[in-house]
């Protein structure tokens, strides 16, 4: 079980460092909660393979840096129609 934990904890990290993917997009791949593709990717994922885990970090804090402006835009996609 502790392995299939693992394993999944690196596939999230590779999906979101190879498509530049956002928690939400993890989370909607994997079918699992933000929550838990978060911490794989903020604290399992360190133990398990820390190369990866820095990587994973600079992805996640792109998005966050970005979070402000992608809100922004939905917010006007919303009410323009689109």
Known sequence: MKQDLEERAVAVARYIVENRATVR???SAFGISKSTVHKDCSEKIQSINPVLAKEVRKV???NKS???????????RKYRGD
């Open 60 to 62: 996640l804090d792109v």
């Open 25 to 27: 997009m993890a989370a």
């Open 66 to 76: 970005e979070r402000h402006i992608r809100g922004g835009m939905a917010t006007r």
